[in-house]
């Protein structure tokens, strides 16, 4: 079974300040990951994708994100906040055991601060 | 290029109706997935259409249902619903079939409230 836990429901830092949110997972095959980004009363909208090619993934926007299979982590960075970045993010799983299934996070609030 | 798309944007209803969600995917998509979110559950896994079949559902009870027609748009369906069904219903669409990994595009939502 499939599973992810964000570390953080929420998450605040300042304007230019490094952003780091943290996402596990469990899988007992090779995952695919994936972090999402939902703006107020909008869907979700993919930021970057792990499908075992690069373990480093640059997204939109800045941001970027590290498959490490030691650590079963996929943790999301950006170097500088901007106040546009502040929304709720999402880490997902899916993995060929349970196909068109995605398992996604609790979901992080991001609070950026001029 | 148009991008998923969900009507309605709102939805009442009393408890025991049953409701009709409906998506259109980008155009060329074949897949359509649905989601639940609501408050404090997270995003959960509905159901998963491609070229007109259903291939996937979440653990939610049978009066979940849905279709996806020839043109690929789709219809969720929620009969005798009850207050705990009041979510945010998002509908994604992706390319082809292949599924797992394919990135979903996701539209902007129904949102349901059950009185």
């Known amino acids: 079974a499939q599973s992810v836990t964000q570390l953080g429901s929420h998450v605040s830092v300042s304007e230019g300040a490094l952003v780091l949110l943290r996402c596990n997972y469990s899988s007992s095959v090779p995952p695919y990951l994936f972090w999402y980004v939902q703006y107020p009363n909008q869907g979700l909208q993919l930021l970057l994708k792990?499908?075992?090619?690069?373990?480093l993934v640059k997204g939109i926007n800045g941001f970027e994100a590290e498959f490490k299979k030691s650590e079963t982590s996929f943790h999301l960075t950006k170097p500088s906040a901007h106040m546009s970045d502040a929304a709720e993010y999402f880490c997902a799983v899916s993995d060929n055991t349970n196909a068109g299934k995605s398992t996604f996070g609790d979901g992080t609030t991001l609070t950026v601060k001029p | 290029e148009a991008g998923v798309t969900q009507s309605p944007t709102h939805l009442i209803k009393t408890r025991g109706q049953q409701a009709t969600l409906r998506c259109s995917p980008i155009s060329g998509h074949t897949s359509v997935y649905w989601y639940q979110q609501a408050l404090g559950l997270g995003l959960q896994f509905l159901l998963w259409y491609d070229e007109g079949e259903e291939r996937n559902r979440g653990n939610f009870p049978p009066r979940f249902s849905g279709r996806q027609f020839p043109n690929y748009s789709s219809e969720l369906n929620v009969n005798a619903l009850e207050l705990e069904d009041s979510a945010l219903y998002l509908c994604a669409s992706s390319l082809s079939g292949r599924g797992t990994q394919e990135t979903q595009y996701f539209g902007p939502g129904t949102r349901l409230l059950v009185l």
């Open positions: 792990y499908t075992s090619a690069a373990t």
